[in-house]
T-cell receptor, first 111, second 114 residues
Framework: RKEVEQDPGPFNVPEGATVAFNCTYSNSASQSFFWYRQDCRKEPKLLMSVYSSGNEDGRFTAQLNRASQYISLLIRDSKLSDSATYLCVVNGLGNTGKLIFGQGTTLQVKP | DVKVTQSSRYLVKRTGEKVFLECVQDMDHENMFWYRQDPGLGLRLIYFSYDVKMKEKGDIPEGYSVSREKKERFSLILESASTNQTSMYLC?????????????FGPGTRLTVL
């Protein structure tokens, strides 16, 4: 089983749609959770950290379910500029600063 | 704003050549990382370093070595490049563990080995 699993997609949605991505992780001791965004042929960039209480940043909402070991990202009112690959990220074992990256979910927003 | 730079965006080398990929960060971060990214495989950790002159193997260190002589610079070395090392190489840095695990990436080096 992969340490971080995501549905690779692609998710093709029209502008204005609401889309949700889920991700599962295998290490129940994980403490840090993130969503990164990666545009085509560019480096990953932090989109948002994910907190136990859930957090929202504009049109983006992240949720963490520790009991089921999954993380979600909800994007409301999709824009063309949201087209990218979204990487689910979890901290690695120990206090090393290592991160474990999912393979990413590709989102394509169509006009 | 954190800035991580990599020496080249695109690089073409021949099989058997020694290849140096350089990474520099300007935020005084302790931790630095080298990944490679391949379609269908995601990001895989090659090596990381949590201090000057310290290095730890990641998940796929074979065929690679690293050097960290200064805090801001982390070099990835391909001792004898092979075609299966054709990939996108990404460097990242982060503050000390325990503060935040957020990693900041450089723009990547797309290496082709012929």
């Amino acid at each position: 089983r992969k340490e971080v699993e995501q549905d690779p997609g692609p998710f093709n949605v029209p502008e204005g749609a609401t889309v949700a991505f889920n991700c599962t992780y295998s290490n129940s001791a994980s403490q840090s959770f993130f969503w990164y965004r990666q545009d085509c042929r560019k480096e990953p960039k932090l989109l948002m950290s994910v907190y136990s209480s859930g957090n929202e940043d504009g049109r983006f909402t992240a949720q963490l379910n520790r009991a089921s070991q999954y993380i979600s990202l909800l994007i409301r009112d999709s824009k063309l500029s949201d087209s990218a690959t979204y990487l689910c990220v979890v901290n690695g074992l120990g206090n090393t600063g290592k991160l474990i990256f999912g393979q990413g979910t590709t989102l394509q927003v169509k006009p | 704003d954190v800035k991580v730079t990599q020496s080249s965006r695109y690089l073409v080398k021949r099989t058997g050549e020694k290849v140096f990929l350089e990474c520099v960060q300007d935020m005084d971060h302790e931790n630095m990382f080298w990944y490679r990214q391949d379609p269908g495989l995601g990001l895989r950790l090659i090596y990381f370093s949590y201090d000057v002159k310290m290095k730890e193997k990641g998940d796929i260190p074979e065929g690679y070595s690293v050097s960290r002589e200064k805090k801001e610079r982390f070099s990835l070395i391909l001792e004898s490049a092979s075609t299966n090392q054709t990939s996108m190489y990404l460097c990242a840095s982060s503050p000390p563990s325990g503060s935040t695990d957020t990693q900041y990436f450089g723009p990547g080096t797309r290496l082709t080995v012929l």
